[in-house]
Antibody, heavy 120, light 108 residues
Framework: QVQLVQSGSEVKKPGASVKVSCKTS????????MHWVRQAPGQGPEWMGI????????DYAQKFLGRVTMTRDTSTSTVYMELSSLRSEDTAVYYC?????????????WGQGTLVTVSS | EIVLTQSPGTLSLSPGETATLSCRAS???????LAWYQQKPGQAPRLLIY???SRATGIPDRFTGSGSGTDFTLTISRLEPADFAVFYC?????????FGQGTKVEIQ
């Protein structure tokens, strides 16, 4: 079955960067788009960007342009999301979410989430 | 960017009743690219409905999605205790993916 297993919780200081990993299994890694979504405490989900694992191309939400980088390692079927210049408002649970084989698809499977806390 | 507005914010119902959740878009969503998710505390969202009205794998037929254009509805019939959660709509019709702010369905 499809599995998305994310790295553990992180505590960072303002201005630092964080890199979250998402190791996938159970499907053809390069055939499905991957998204990153975050959810601040008590808020709805917020889409951050999309990665095409086959070629590595990305599209980021306007809000995160210049601060987010999404990459993948095809040898380990793992995707990564790095967010820089962290501020307190970036405290949230970060999810990887598998899209479809075509771009315009919802998210069928999700990782378990990674809590990132930004605090001085 | 398409903005999604969900109503009501909270719905208080008893098991066995029917829940009707609304999701309104700031502009028409092409080809019904509208999904619904259920989220329970401490868990990731779970896909319920896609394409406005198609049920995801394993979702019982008590969950029904409908609507088009800018107005969409999720109906949950014969509420069971496991159904009580927060529900989000999501559009994926333009170049971004956006979510509504959620409707909480709680036990009355």
């Amino acid at each position: 079955q499809v599995q998305l297993v994310q790295s553990g919780s992180e505590v960072k200081k303002p201005g630092a960067s964080v890199k979250v990993s998402c190791k996938t299994s159970g499907y053809a890694f390069t055939s499905y788009f991957m998204h990153w979504v975050r959810q601040a405490p008590g808020q709805g989900p917020e889409w951050m960007g999309i990665l095409d694992p086959s070629g590595g191309s990305t599209d980021y939400a306007q809000k995160f342009l210049g601060r987010v980088t999404m990459t993948r390692d095809t040898s380990t079927s793992t995707v990564y999301m790095e967010l820089s210049s962290l501020r307190s408002e970036d405290t949230a649970v970060y999810y990887c979410a598998r899209g479809g084989q075509f771009r315009k698809r919802p998210f069928d499977d999700w990782g378990q989430g990674t809590l990132v806390t930004v605090s001085s | 960017e398409i903005v999604l507005t969900q109503s009501p914010g909270t719905l208080s119902l008893s098991p066995g009743e029917t829940a009707t959740l609304s999701c309104r878009a700031s502009q028409s969503i092409s080809s019904g690219y509208l999904a619904w998710y259920q989220q329970k505390p401490g868990q990731a969202p779970r896909l319920l409905i896609y394409g406005a009205s198609s049920r995801a794998t394993g979702i019982p037929d008590r969950f029904t999605g409908s609507g088009s254009g800018t107005d969409f509805t999720l109906t949950i019939s014969r509420l069971e205790p496991a159904d009580f959660a927060v529900f989000y709509c999501q559009q994926y019709g333009d170049s971004t993916w956006t979510f509504g702010q959620g409707t909480k369905v709680e036990i009355q």
